[in-house]
């Protein structure tokens, strides 16, 4: 949408894509195609969004939570990706986001999983969703 130049509001892109994300993950499983979702849920209320998704349709929710040891090592990834032309936050906005600290009592279990050595990370994920009881 900001690409489009349908707006220049990252927050109502953000609500908007979201939205579509929502309803095109809902139907998706609801025809029983598994359907991964990628994004920054750092909010209470946007991990509530799926969850209510994985109520509505009777799945499974794996929730994996990514994370970078190093803030110097997430400042060049983030600079980097804008470097190839990703319209995503800068690392100034990153720095600025809301982030609710992650509570199981309101957000359900999780797998936080440190991605600074990717190949370890993507089998710790992987292996998280194979589980038949994910913790």
Known sequence: MLLEGLTEDSAEAGRVAYGIAREVATENLRVGVPVVVDGVHATHERRALWRGVSEATQTRLVQLEMTLAGEAEHRLRVEN???RGYVG?????????????WSEAIDGRRLLVDNFETDAALA????QVASPDPA
Do not use: G
């Open 89 to 101: 936050p800068t690392w100034e906005q990153i720095l600025d986001m809301k982030y609710d600290d």
């Open 81 to 83: 990706r804008q470097a």
């Open 124 to 127: 710790r994920c992987l292996t």
